[in-house]
Every structure is written in C-alpha cells, then in structure tokens.
C-alpha cells in the first residue's frame, strides 16, 4: 500500500535526527511520496534540502505563499523565479489569503496571476493556496482558464457548490484533517465527489486529524485521513490509497 502526502512542510523539521525520525514514522505508515509545497525565498534552501536527502520520495515546487507576499513581493517572485531549483513538479503554494490581511489583495492577485503565467510557461500544475478568499481566487482562475491550467485546491474546506465548480475546471480537491474534526461538514462533501477527484494532504505540521488535533501534525498521520475518507465513501482503505496515490502521478507526471 502507498499512501501520498500532496502538501506537507515537513521540511520544517531542520533538527536532523528530528527529521529523520518523522521521515521513517512515514515509511513504517507507508507514506511514501511527499510533495513539499515552497513558501517563500528562504524556505527554497530547506526545500531543497529534503528533496536532495529523500530523491526517491520527497518531491519539490516553487511558489510564494500569498501570506508572504509583502512590499517586497516582487523581488521574491524573481527570486523564485531565477532560482532553478531541480527536479519541480508544481507551482505552489500559491493563491489568496484574506484571513490574515486583506490590505494586500491586490499584490497577492498579480502574484498569482505572474505564478500562473509560470506553470503554463513549464507545463507544470499549480497548488492553490485559498483562505476566505474563494471568490477571488475562482474570478482569476475562470480568467486563466485553458487547457494547460490545472493543479489541486489545496486544504479544501468549502460547500458541496465550490466544489464542483472547482472540478469542472478540471481540479483536484486536496482533503487534510479537517475532514475528521467534528461538524466541520467536509464529509458530506467528500460523500458527493468521486474520489478520482480527490488527492490526500496533511499540511504538516498544521491541522492534525483526530486522534491528534491541536498538536503538531505530520506526514505519517495521512492514513487516518485515508481511513475517514474510507468510512465515508464505504470502501477499504487499500482502494483510498491506490486511487488518490493514481491521482496525485496523473497531476504531478511523477
């Protein structure tokens, strides 16, 4: 069985021993393809890092969250974009966040329609980024529209109508812990959507799933992720893991 963890940041971890350790928790859990999401300039070294000590399961991309997209952001963007990082598969995270600060929307708007620009330039998906932000982000996206746009609406969280309207862009929805916490009403709309259009995340270490809520998250917790979605849609947790690993090669090509 092979589980796919399509968003952690798990390079966060920069103890050695600590990282080695949350590294062979995830294999003993059959967690083993990690997709490392970039959020900024200095967050690439560590990015880099992982990806170099891990080439066979740990996978990079390149982006700068929308909560780091500040005065400077522009000379982030070339930054990234002039860094060469090898072997990226993805254009993330990147998106709107207006939880944290609205002032910025209009800097975080041309930031992602410029990270946009990127991923069709290499060919490569995006990895969205989206935090009551679900208007702005869609209005852009149906701007951008074409046949090389694609990519996962990361930690999805929203109602059954967003989703499909995500889907039909030919998305994938990425579904993390919040799926196990109770009343979060995500189950009932993971129930309506088939799970070939659905990708497992953990967004380690934040939004741990039940059992370990409120506590540092980590890759190896997917399976419980796995197993909700298994209760949920009535099947075993094997059919999870090989349909949502298939997913993720479709939309990364690895």
Not at 136 to 165: M, N, P, W
Request: hydrophobic share 40%; aromatic share 10%.
């Amino acid at each position: 069985m092979i589980f796919t963890d399509t968003h952690t940041h798990l390079y966060y971890e920069t103890d050695t021993e600590g990282r080695k350790l949350l590294m062979d928790r995830c294999f003993e859990n059959d967690v083993t393809r990690l997709f490392l999401p970039n959020v900024d300039s200095e967050s690439l070294e560590l990015v880099a890092g992982l990806t170099n000590e891990y080439p066979e399961h740990c996978f990079p991309m390149i982006g700068l969250h929308p909560c780091h997209v500040k005065e400077n952001y522009l000379e982030e963007l070339k930054f990234l974009e002039n860094s060469r990082l090898p072997g990226v598969v993805a254009i993330g995270e990147i998106g709107i966040d207006l939880y944290w600060d609205k002032s910025t929307l209009v800097q975080q708007q041309d930031a992602f329609r410029k990270q946009i620009k990127w991923a069709k330039d290499l060919d490569l998906p995006i990895v969205i980024h989206c935090r009551e932000a679900f208007d702005e982000v869609y209005k852009i996206l149906l701007e951008e529209r074409d046949e090389k746009l694609r990519g996962i609406f990361h930690c999805f969280s929203g109602t059954l109508e967003q989703a499909h309207r995500i889907l039909e862009l030919g998305f994938y929805l990425g579904i993390g812990g919040v799926l196990t916490y109770k009343n979060s009403g995500l189950d009932k709309v993971v129930q309506e959507i088939d799970l070939h259009h659905i990708v497992l995340e953990t967004d380690s270490p934040y939004l741990a799933p039940v059992p370990f809520r409120g506590k540092t998250n980590e890759s190896s917790y997917l399976p419980y992720i796995a197993a909700k979605v298994a209760a949920i849609k009535n099947l075993r947790i094997e059919e999870v893991a090989a349909v949502t690993t298939e997913n993720s090669k479709r939309i990364f090509g690895i």
